[in-house]
């Protein structure tokens, strides 16, 4: 197990490792974001 962070720590101090992991957080913000928004939008339509 301390050999996979420390693999994942020296990958994430790449320029790749860098945009990959910016990349991946504003996925999950978005899906994160969406499923709220849907939630939102079904409470609203099923309570009026």
Same mark, same amino acid.
């Given at each position: 197990?301390?050999?996979? =962070? &420390?693999? =994942? &720590?020296?990958? =994430? #101090?790449?320029? #790749?490792g860098a945009f990959d992991a910016r990349d991946y957080l504003r996925a999950v913000l978005l899906m994160l974001l969406s499923m709220a928004a849907a939630a939102c939008l079904m409470s609203w339509i099923l309570e009026g």
């Open positions: 197990m301390i050999g996979y =962070l &420390r693999t =994942l &720590r020296q990958y =994430l #101090k790449t320029p #790749k």
